[in-house]
C-alpha cells in the first residue's frame, strides 16, 4: 500500500456527510477516520496518531469548539479545524482567537476543494517539523512560553477595549513602554514626537502593537548572551517588512487579508531572533553571505547549502506551538515561495517576499530595475507595484551602505 501522507479524523454528527466527506479524499493518500461525536473522537484520538482533526460546530451535547479544547488540552500538536456555517461566526472567531481552532472552513464546501485544503494544511505542518529544527531546539532549555501580558493585550483587543485599558497594561513594564514609544517616535512610523504611549499605541496599530510585545518578551524570557544592538538589528528589520508589506499589499489594489498583512514582517523575523541566541555562528555566517551577495536572509541560507528557509522553519515551528491561526502561518512559511501557499494567502506571502527582497539590495546598493523588480513580484505583484514600495522603502533606509 501506498505510504499514507498523514491522518486526519473528521467528526460530525450525520453520517452522510461522513460518507460524503471520505469519498472525497480517496486517491489523497492520507488516512481519514470518522467518528459521530465526541465521545467517539476522544476515543479514536486515544488509539490513533491524528495529524488534524476537523469538527463541525452544531453537534449534540459537545459542539465542535468544546470538542476541540478538549483536544488542545489532551494533543496539543495535532491540528485543529472547525467547519461551520455563516451564522457562528462570531464564536469561530472567538474560537480562533483562543488558539481552540487554527483554522476554520465554511459550509457549504461544495465552492471550494475542501480534501485538498486539509493535505495543504497536514503538508504545510510536516515541513516545519524535522531533524534540522531539533538540532536547533535541543540547545533551548525552555522554550519560551506565550508571556501572560501578550495574552493579556490578546484578550483586550479580542473583547474591543478601549485604548485606554490596553495602554494601562503596557504601563505596568517601564521597559516595555519605552520600547514600544520608540519604534513609535522612529521613522518606520514618520519620526514624529508622539509623547505619549496612547498616541504611539495609535499609530503602530493594535495588531502591529501586539506582536512587537510578542517579540520583546519571548528575546526577555530567552535571556541569552547577545548584545542589545543585534536584537535591534532583527527588530528593526521586522519593522521595515512590517511597513513595506503594508505599502506594498494597498499599492496593488487587490483584495487581501489586513488583519494577517498588518503582522506579517514584524513575525517573519521570530526564526532570525531564535538563530542568533542559540546558533550564532549560524546567524553570522548567514548574515555575511547575505551582504556579500547583497540578498535576503533566506536566500543566503540557500547560498551557503543550509536547509531552505531555516529561519522561516523556525519561525513556522514557534508559532505552530503558540496556536497562531493557520492562515498567518502559511503567509510566513511559503514566502519564499508564494505560490505553494492557498490562492487566498499567496498575494501577502509574495508582498512580504518582495518586500524582503528589495530590502536587501536597497541596504547593500545592489542595482534595481524593471526587470528586478518583476523577478520580486513573482508573477502576483506588479513591477509598478514593486518599484513605487522600493521608492518608499529607500525614504526609510536612509543610513543605508
Not at 3 to 15: F, N, P, R, S, W
Not at 340 to 347: F, K, Y
Not at 368 to 382: A, Q, R
Amino acid at each position: 500500500m501506498e505510504h499514507e501522507a498523514g491522518t486526519i479524523l473528521i467528526v460530525d454528527d450525520e453520517q452522510n456527510i461522513l460518507n460524503s466527506l471520505k469519498r472525497r479524499f480517496f486517491g489523497s493518500r492520507v488516512k481519514v477516520l470518522t467518528a459521530c461525536g465526541a465521545a467517539e473522537a476522544l476515543k479514536i484520538m486515544s488509539e490513533h496518531k491524528v495529524d488534524l482533526i476537523l469538527s463541525d460546530y452544531k453537534m449534540p451535547d459537545v459542539n465542535g469548539i468544546q470538542l476541540l479544547t478538549q483536544i488542545k488540552e489532551q494533543y496539543p500538536y495535532t491540528f485543529r479545524a472547525i467547519l461551520s456555517g455563516y451564522v457562528e461566526t462570531d464564536a469561530i472567531t472567538h474560537a480562533i482567537g483562543k488558539g481552540i481552532a487554527m483554522a476554520y472552513f465554511k459550509k457549504p464546501w461544495n465552492a471550494y476543494n475542501l480534501p485538498e485544503r486539509l493535505v495543504h494544511i497536514i503538508s504545510t505542518m510536516q515541513r516545519i517539523k524535522d531533524r534540522e529544527l531539533i538540532t536547533v531546539f535541543s540547545r533551548i532549555e525552555k522554550l519560551p512560553s506565550l508571556p501572560d501580558i501578550y495574552l493579556r493585550l490578546d484578550k483586550a483587543i479580542e473583547s474591543g477595549a478601549s485604548v485606554d485599558v490596553l495602554t494601562n497594561i503596557f504601563k505596568e513594564d517601564v521597559s516595555l513602554t519605552a520600547k514600544i514609544m520608540q519604534i513609535g517616535n522612529s521613522v518606520f512610523y514618520g519620526g514624529k514626537a508622539y509623547t505619549t504611549i496612547e498616541q504611539t499605541v495609535l499609530m503602530i496599530g493594535l495588531n502591529a502593537v501586539r506582536e512587537i510585545v510578542l517579540m520583546y518578551k519571548m528575546a526577555e524570557q530567552i535571556n541569552c548572551c547577545v548584545s542589545e544592538a543585534k536584537l535591534a538589528a532583527v527588530f528593526r528589520k521586522g519593522l521595515i517588512l512590517n511597513k513595506g508589506v503594508d505599502f506594498c499589499l494597498r499599492q496593488s489594489g487587490q483584495e487581501y487579508n489586513k488583519s494577517i498583512a498588518s503582522t506579517a514582517g514584524l513575525l517573519s523575523c521570530i526564526g532570525e531572533i531564535i538563530l542568533l541566541c542559540f546558533r550564532p555562528e549560524r546567524y553570522e555566517q548567514t548574515l555575511k553571505t547575505a551582504a556579500e551577495h547583497a540578498c535576503s536572509f533566506a536566500e543566503a541560507e540557500e547560498l551557503l547549502n543550509i536547509k531552505t528557509d531555516l529561519s522561516t522553519h523556525i519561525t513556522g515551528y514557534f508559532l505552530e506551538l503558540y496556536n497562531i491561526p493557520f492562515d498567518t502561518l502559511e503567509v510566513l512559511i511559503y514566502q519564499q515561495k508564494p505560490e505553494d501557499a492557498s490562492p487566498e494567502n499567496r498575494l501577502i506571502a509574495a508582498a512580504l517576499l518582495a518586500v524582503s527582497r528589495i530590502t536587501a539590495a536597497l541596504e547593500h546598493q545592489r542595482d534595481t530595475d524593471t526587470s528586478f523588480y518583476e523577478s520580486c513580484g513573482s508573477g502576483l505583484i506588479s513591477p509598478e507595484t514593486v518599484g513605487k514600495t522600493a521608492e518608499m522603502l529607500k525614504e526609510i533606509l536612509p543610513e543605508r551602505k
